[in-house]
Nanobody
Framework: QVQLVESGGGLVQAGGSLRLSCVAS????????MGWFRQAPGKEREFVAA????????YYTDSVKGRFTISRDNDKNTVYLQMNSLKPEDTAVYYC????????????????????WGQGTQVTVSS
């Protein structure tokens, strides 16, 4: 089993920044990828960003490109999401997720493709 614990959410004004962290514990040998998703009230969970754990390559949904940066610290089993130039539409609960193994494609943006999830951290951006 893997446990994922997010932190770093909060209330920020539009244009501000936050950095989310997600620490993995338990079965912590190198996963294939780590991702961030978010879910706003009344909406489906959506992909935000992901990083290949070993290679470090990253990919993002279009709405956050140029504003958000995903990174990882292999030694600390931690993935980060640096969020800059935040907008009210970024308001959501942000979830960290882990995909354990490669399964045929280089990129994974669907929530059902991930194996473990954190409990989420609330990000609220005021206008």
């Amino acid at each position: 089993q893997v446990q994922l614990v997010e932190s770093g959410g909060g209330l920020v004004q539009a244009g501000g920044s936050l950095r989310l962290s997600c620490v993995a514990s338990g079965r912590t040998f190198s996963p294939y990828a780590m991702g961030w998703f978010r879910q706003a009230p009344g909406k489906e969970r959506e992909f935000v960003a992901a990083i290949h754990w070993r290679a470090g390559s990253t990919y993002y949904t279009d709405s956050v490109k140029g504003r958000f940066t995903i990174s990882r610290d292999n030694d600390k089993n931690t993935v980060y999401l640096q969020m800059n130039s935040l907008k009210p539409e970024d308001t959501a609960v942000y979830y960290c997720a882990q995909k354990r193994y490669y399964s045929g494609r280089p990129y994974y943006t669907q929530s059902h493709e991930y194996d473990y999830w954190g409990q989420g951290t609330q990000v609220t951006v005021s206008s």
